[in-house]
């Protein structure tokens, strides 16, 4: 195994651990030591790969940003209809999401050294829901979607389902339904908003 191989492998295993404890935790509860002692490893690692608490944080948040990025960036490039490509994100999202739990982003508006964590995490929401905008503006106007409902009301309706079905899977209520099924919740969630922005 080479050296490359196990760096890659401890640097893994450091972030699956730092997101698993900080997602119960939350930032400000959380010690290294909580960390490394599930690993049994030592501190060194961390302060080799990390530099400290603050920088693990950052590499997991990395691994947040990116996975829901690439999630988006995947789905909204098939050809599926736009709802059904929303379905598919939203699905997606809360399964990505829900490994990072309630409580990994606890008070990070609170905490001073997370400002730059907070600020990027601010950005990306942002970012996807202008990117959700414009498509739905786009849709619109090449008369793929009805123009009967403004594209704020379309957009605000898609995170309105989103952030039921997060809730739904982080209050464990969706806990014993397979993935179809919660795929099914979100079908249903959609068919009136469909009936009314679907060109027949």
């Known amino acids: 195994?080479?050296?490359?191989?196990?760096?890659?492998?401890?640097?893994?295993?450091?972030?699956?651990?730092?997101?698993?404890?900080?997602?119960?935790?939350?930032?400000?509860?959380?010690?290294?030591?909580?960390?490394?002692?599930?690993?049994?490893?030592?501190?060194?690692?961390?302060?080799?790969?990390?530099?400290?608490?603050?920088?693990?944080?950052?590499?997991?948040?990395?691994r947040f940003e990116e996975g829901l990025r690439q999630i988006h960036q995947e789905v909204f490039s098939t050809d599926k209809s736009f709802i059904n490509q929303v379905e598919d994100m939203i699905f997606q999202?809360?399964?990505?999401?829900?490994?990072?739990?309630?409580?990994?982003?606890?008070?990070?508006?609170e905490i001073p050294e997370l400002e730059e964590i907070r600020r990027r995490y601010h950005t990306m929401n942002q970012e996807l829901y202008d990117d959700k905008y414009r498509m739905v503006e786009k849709a619109q106007k090449e008369g793929l979607l009805k123009t009967s409902m403004e594209p704020k009301k379309i957009v605000d309706y898609i995170y309105l389902v989103y952030f039921a079905i997060?809730?739904?899977?982080?209050?464990?209520?969706?806990?014993?339904?397979?993935?179809?099924?919660?795929?099914?919740?979100?079908?249903?969630?959609?068919?009136?908003?469909?009936?009314?922005?679907?060109?027949?």
Not at 12 to 26: H, Q, R, V
Not at 94 to 106: L, P, R, Y
């Open 1 to 62: 195994m080479s050296e490359r191989t196990m760096d890659k492998e401890t640097i893994d295993k450091l972030i699956d651990k730092a997101i698993e404890i900080f997602s119960t935790k939350g930032y400000a509860a959380t010690k290294l030591t909580d960390i490394t002692n599930s690993l049994s490893i030592s501190r060194g690692p961390v302060y080799y790969y990390f530099k400290d608490k603050h920088g693990l944080y950052s590499a997991a948040f990395d």
């Open 93 to 109: 999202f809360v399964k990505h999401i829900s490994v990072f739990g309630d409580n990994f982003f606890f008070m990070v508006d």
């Open 166 to 200: 997060l809730e739904g899977v982080n209050s464990r209520i969706l806990s014993d339904y397979s993935d179809e099924e919660i795929k099914d919740w979100i079908r249903i969630q959609f068919d009136g908003l469909n009936n009314r922005i679907r060109v027949d």
